[in-house]
């Protein structure tokens, strides 16, 4: 099933969102088996994105393929140490005091980290985030932080049902990714969409979509 979901996947996203640009697959790995994870990667699946570092640390030496590797969940500040060195891209940096300890490890480690600003783009209390019109200063003030790549924005849409909504939103949220790129030459990732909205995410101009469910099927929280 694993392989036959990510070959559908591999030829329904779009080679380029509407601004040209490719757009890649992050496949998200909570809650899958290292077996389930490497046969993604068999299928053609690039990069992979783990939500948990636990989970991150257990499985590291059992994934094939090398592929790229990102952290795409809520990250506390004294679980970074345990990552530092061994992920691609960072997505969810959501608050200054965790972009202060992945510049003071990734200092001290003599890397440089590539990292995402999370933006909370619903304005919701059970998401992490800074406010869109936070955007700015927030990409200023880590930017000056040492050891630290701002490559872009990440964002999670509402799960509402209300689709012109959500559209606004991402659509938002694309604008507001232009409108920091021109400052901020590193830019080149905006990260919006899973799988029950990243085909508007797309068309809205995400170039980075994270899916479990399209991939793995439903997780079972057993």
Known sequence: M?????KKLLAEIPQAN????????VAAVKMQTPEAINEAICAGVRAIGDNHVQEFKEKYDLIEGNPERHFIGHLQTNKVKYLIG?????????????????SKRSAAAGITSNILVQINIGNEETKGGFELDEARDACERIAKLPALKIEGLMA????????????????????KYDELKA????FKHLSM?????????????????????????PRHYD
């Open 18 to 25: 509407p601004q040209g640009e490719a757009v890649t697959l």
């Open 193 to 217: 969409g899973m799988s029950g909205d990243w085909k508007l995410c797309v068309e809205c101009g995400s170039n980075m979509i994270r899916l479990g469910t399209s991939i793995f099927g």
């Open 2 to 6: 694993i392989t036959e979901n990510v």
């Open 156 to 175: 999670m849409l509402p799960f509402i049902d209300d689709e012109a909504e959500l559209r606004r939103l991402a659509t938002l949220m694309r604008s």
């Open 86 to 102: 061994k992920v691609d891209l960072y997505h969810s940096v959501d608050r200054y005091n965790l972009a202060e300890e992945l």
């Open 183 to 186: 400052d901020f030459p590193a």
